[in-house]
Protein backbone atom coordinates (compact mmCIF):
# COMPACT_ATOMS: atom_id res chain seq x y z
CA UNK A 1 0.00 0.00 0.00
CA UNK A 2 1.10 3.31 -0.85
CA UNK A 3 0.20 6.15 1.38
CA UNK A 4 0.89 10.23 0.69
CA UNK A 5 4.77 11.09 0.52
CA UNK A 6 6.13 12.43 3.27
CA UNK A 7 7.13 16.66 4.63
CA UNK A 8 10.76 16.20 2.86
CA UNK A 9 12.26 14.58 6.10
CA UNK A 10 15.40 12.11 5.69
CA UNK A 11 13.07 9.33 5.74
CA UNK A 12 16.43 6.92 5.97
CA UNK A 13 16.83 8.30 9.64
CA UNK A 14 13.54 8.23 10.95
CA UNK A 15 12.82 4.22 9.74
CA UNK A 16 16.37 3.06 11.17
CA UNK A 17 15.71 4.85 14.49
CA UNK A 18 11.78 3.52 13.76
CA UNK A 19 13.53 -0.17 13.63
CA UNK A 20 15.89 0.54 16.51
CA UNK A 21 12.97 1.36 18.99
CA UNK A 22 11.26 -1.54 17.84
CA UNK A 23 14.54 -3.68 18.89
CA UNK A 24 14.46 -2.00 21.81
CA UNK A 25 11.33 -2.31 23.13
CA UNK A 26 11.16 -6.01 22.47
CA UNK A 27 14.80 -6.14 24.74
CA UNK A 28 12.63 -4.26 27.30
CA UNK A 29 9.66 -7.05 27.48
CA UNK A 30 12.05 -10.04 27.79
CA UNK A 31 13.58 -8.14 30.43
CA UNK A 32 10.44 -7.90 32.10
CA UNK A 33 9.39 -11.15 31.84
CA UNK A 34 12.66 -11.84 33.04
CA UNK A 35 11.40 -9.77 35.69
CA UNK A 36 8.30 -11.02 36.86
CA UNK A 37 9.51 -14.63 36.77
CA UNK A 38 7.21 -15.45 33.62
CA UNK A 39 10.30 -16.66 31.72
CA UNK A 40 13.86 -17.44 32.01
CA UNK A 41 16.10 -16.00 29.03
CA UNK A 42 19.78 -14.89 28.84
CA UNK A 43 19.81 -11.20 28.00
CA UNK A 44 23.20 -10.41 29.22
CA UNK A 45 25.30 -13.07 27.58
CA UNK A 46 25.38 -15.17 23.87
CA UNK A 47 23.21 -13.55 21.11
CA UNK A 48 21.43 -11.04 23.34
CA UNK A 49 24.48 -8.60 24.17
CA UNK A 50 25.18 -8.40 20.83
CA UNK A 51 21.90 -7.35 19.99
CA UNK A 52 21.33 -5.22 22.46
CA UNK A 53 25.06 -3.26 21.58
CA UNK A 54 24.17 -2.61 18.16
CA UNK A 55 20.77 -1.68 18.71
CA UNK A 56 22.01 0.77 21.24
CA UNK A 57 25.07 1.69 19.01
CA UNK A 58 22.97 2.39 15.82
CA UNK A 59 20.86 4.81 17.81
CA UNK A 60 23.27 7.00 19.37
CA UNK A 61 24.95 7.51 15.95
CA UNK A 62 21.78 8.11 14.64
CA UNK A 63 21.39 10.65 17.59
CA UNK A 64 25.01 12.31 16.61
CA UNK A 65 23.76 12.06 12.88
CA UNK A 66 20.39 14.36 13.80
CA UNK A 67 22.50 17.02 15.60
CA UNK A 68 24.39 17.65 12.60
CA UNK A 69 20.98 17.88 10.44
CA UNK A 70 19.53 19.95 13.25
CA UNK A 71 22.21 21.99 13.05
CA UNK A 72 22.43 22.75 9.61
CA UNK A 73 19.01 23.62 9.43
CA UNK A 74 19.12 25.61 12.53
CA UNK A 75 21.88 28.09 10.57
CA UNK A 76 19.91 28.65 7.56
CA UNK A 77 17.54 30.79 10.11
CA UNK A 78 19.01 31.47 13.47
CA UNK A 79 21.89 33.01 15.32
CA UNK A 80 24.87 31.47 16.90
CA UNK A 81 23.52 32.44 20.31
CA UNK A 82 19.79 30.93 19.13
CA UNK A 83 21.31 28.03 18.37
CA UNK A 84 22.79 27.40 21.41
CA UNK A 85 20.01 27.98 23.56
CA UNK A 86 18.18 25.57 21.65
CA UNK A 87 20.55 22.70 21.90
CA UNK A 88 21.13 23.50 25.81
CA UNK A 89 17.00 23.54 26.13
CA UNK A 90 16.85 20.19 24.19
CA UNK A 91 19.62 18.63 26.12
CA UNK A 92 18.03 20.34 29.12
CA UNK A 93 14.74 18.89 28.41
CA UNK A 94 16.07 15.27 27.68
CA UNK A 95 18.22 15.17 30.91
CA UNK A 96 15.06 16.29 33.09
CA UNK A 97 13.04 13.11 31.30
CA UNK A 98 16.26 11.12 32.20
CA UNK A 99 15.70 12.03 35.62
CA UNK A 100 12.51 11.23 36.18
CA UNK A 101 13.01 7.35 34.55
CA UNK A 102 15.56 7.50 37.70
CA UNK A 103 12.75 8.36 40.26
CA UNK A 104 10.45 5.58 38.74
CA UNK A 105 12.74 3.45 38.41
CA UNK A 106 14.34 3.64 41.87
CA UNK A 107 10.57 2.98 43.15
CA UNK A 108 10.16 0.28 40.68
CA UNK A 109 13.54 -1.61 41.12
CA UNK A 110 15.72 0.12 43.84
CA UNK A 111 18.40 -2.60 43.85
CA UNK A 112 19.06 -1.63 40.25
CA UNK A 113 17.71 1.99 39.64
CA UNK A 114 18.76 3.99 36.65
CA UNK A 115 21.38 6.42 37.23
CA UNK A 116 22.88 7.29 34.08
CA UNK A 117 20.94 5.45 31.44
CA UNK A 118 20.58 6.85 27.77
CA UNK A 119 17.99 9.73 28.45
CA UNK A 120 20.94 11.20 30.69
CA UNK A 121 23.73 10.62 28.02
CA UNK A 122 21.58 11.56 25.13
CA UNK A 123 20.60 14.96 27.19
CA UNK A 124 24.17 15.76 28.22
CA UNK A 125 25.75 14.85 24.89
CA UNK A 126 23.24 17.47 22.85
CA UNK A 127 24.76 19.80 25.76
CA UNK A 128 28.21 19.26 24.83
CA UNK A 129 27.87 18.30 21.44
CA UNK A 130 28.40 22.33 19.97
CA UNK A 131 32.18 22.72 19.78
CA UNK A 132 32.44 19.15 17.87
CA UNK A 133 29.41 19.59 15.31
CA UNK A 134 30.90 20.73 12.23
CA UNK A 135 34.37 18.40 12.68
CA UNK A 136 34.66 15.07 10.32
CA UNK A 137 37.94 13.40 10.65
CA UNK A 138 38.20 15.27 13.93
CA UNK A 139 35.15 13.72 15.12
CA UNK A 140 35.90 10.34 13.96
CA UNK A 141 39.71 10.64 15.96
CA UNK A 142 37.71 11.94 19.17
CA UNK A 143 35.09 9.24 18.62
CA UNK A 144 37.28 6.05 18.63
CA UNK A 145 39.92 7.45 21.31
CA UNK A 146 36.81 8.14 23.79
CA UNK A 147 35.48 4.75 23.04
CA UNK A 148 38.98 2.88 23.55
CA UNK A 149 38.94 4.82 26.90
CA UNK A 150 35.10 4.03 27.75
CA UNK A 151 36.00 -0.07 26.92
CA UNK A 152 39.35 0.65 28.89
CA UNK A 153 37.19 1.84 32.03
CA UNK A 154 34.66 -0.92 31.90
CA UNK A 155 37.82 -3.20 32.70
CA UNK A 156 38.23 -1.38 35.87
CA UNK A 157 36.63 -0.20 39.26
CA UNK A 158 36.86 2.78 41.80
CA UNK A 159 36.75 3.61 45.22
CA UNK A 160 34.23 6.51 44.35
CA UNK A 161 31.12 7.02 42.93
CA UNK A 162 30.59 10.77 41.96
CA UNK A 163 31.75 10.01 38.38
CA UNK A 164 29.36 7.61 37.63
CA UNK A 165 28.16 9.71 34.38
CA UNK A 166 31.49 9.29 32.66
CA UNK A 167 31.87 5.53 33.23
CA UNK A 168 34.25 4.98 36.58
CA UNK A 169 32.47 2.48 37.72
CA UNK A 170 32.82 2.05 41.75
CA UNK A 171 32.43 -1.13 43.25
CA UNK A 172 29.22 -3.54 43.89
CA UNK A 173 27.68 -1.12 41.20
CA UNK A 174 24.67 -2.49 39.67
CA UNK A 175 21.93 -0.59 37.00
CA UNK A 176 19.65 -1.99 34.85
CA UNK A 177 20.48 0.98 31.84
CA UNK A 178 23.65 2.75 31.57
CA UNK A 179 25.69 4.66 29.05
CA UNK A 180 27.85 6.56 30.44
CA UNK A 181 29.72 9.14 28.51
CA UNK A 182 32.94 7.20 28.36
CA UNK A 183 32.55 5.34 25.58
CA UNK A 184 29.13 6.72 24.47
CA UNK A 185 29.39 10.64 23.70
CA UNK A 186 32.21 8.18 21.37
CA UNK A 187 29.65 7.05 19.23
CA UNK A 188 27.80 10.54 18.99
CA UNK A 189 30.85 11.95 17.70
CA UNK A 190 31.15 9.34 15.64
CA UNK A 191 27.71 9.69 14.65
CA UNK A 192 28.48 14.02 13.77
CA UNK A 193 31.40 12.91 11.95
CA UNK A 194 29.29 10.51 9.49
CA UNK A 195 26.32 13.61 9.12
CA UNK A 196 28.99 15.86 8.15
CA UNK A 197 29.79 13.89 5.49
CA UNK A 198 27.13 12.37 4.26
CA UNK A 199 24.74 15.16 5.04
CA UNK A 200 26.50 18.37 5.04
CA UNK A 201 23.78 21.41 5.09
CA UNK A 202 21.32 18.52 5.87
CA UNK A 203 21.27 17.46 2.28
CA UNK A 204 21.60 13.61 1.31
CA UNK A 205 25.09 13.17 -0.50
CA UNK A 206 24.09 10.03 -2.47
CA UNK A 207 21.19 8.77 -4.23
CA UNK A 208 18.81 7.04 -2.55
CA UNK A 209 15.47 5.83 -4.42
CA UNK A 210 11.90 7.56 -1.90
CA UNK A 211 10.27 4.82 -0.41
CA UNK A 212 9.07 6.88 2.32
CA UNK A 213 5.38 6.47 1.16
CA UNK A 214 4.94 2.92 1.71
CA UNK A 215 2.68 1.88 4.23
CA UNK A 216 5.32 -0.38 6.87
CA UNK A 217 8.31 2.36 5.48
CA UNK A 218 5.94 5.21 6.96
CA UNK A 219 4.82 3.24 9.74
CA UNK A 220 8.49 2.81 10.95
CA UNK A 221 9.28 6.37 10.00
CA UNK A 222 6.56 7.53 12.49
CA UNK A 223 8.08 5.60 15.76
CA UNK A 224 11.19 7.45 14.69
CA UNK A 225 9.72 10.69 14.66
CA UNK A 226 8.41 10.30 18.45
CA UNK A 227 11.26 7.81 19.55
CA UNK A 228 11.56 9.78 22.50
CA UNK A 229 8.25 10.03 23.74
CA UNK A 230 7.41 5.99 22.92
CA UNK A 231 11.29 5.53 24.94
CA UNK A 232 9.52 7.67 27.47
CA UNK A 233 6.40 5.65 27.91
CA UNK A 234 6.69 2.25 26.96
CA UNK A 235 8.39 0.63 30.22
CA UNK A 236 4.99 1.91 31.94
CA UNK A 237 3.43 0.38 28.90
CA UNK A 238 4.67 -2.98 29.11
CA UNK A 239 4.65 -3.74 32.74
CA UNK A 240 1.12 -2.38 32.79
CA UNK A 241 0.15 -5.44 30.07
CA UNK A 242 1.91 -8.18 32.05
CA UNK A 243 0.12 -6.63 35.15
CA UNK A 244 -3.45 -7.21 33.03
CA UNK A 245 -1.69 -11.05 32.19
CA UNK A 246 -1.34 -12.03 35.54
CA UNK A 247 -4.57 -11.05 36.69
Known sequence: MI????????????????????????????YDLNHYSLAKIRLYSGPM???????????????????????????QSMSKKEIKLKFLR???????????????????????????????????????SLPFIRLRVGNLILGFLLIGIGSYLKLL????NWLIPLGFLPRRFFTIDYF?????????????????????????????KDRSCYLIVKSLCFLGRHSLIIYF??????????FLLLL
Open 3 to 30: LKKNDGRLWEIDLLRGLAIIIMILFHFL
Open 49 to 75: VYVAYITASVFIILVGIALTISYSKAQ
Open 90 to 128: RGIMILLLGMIVTVVSWIYIPERFIIFGILHCIGVSIII
Open 157 to 160: TFDF
Open 180 to 208: PLLPWFGVVMIGMAIGNFIYPNAKRQYHL
Open 233 to 242: LHQPILVGLI
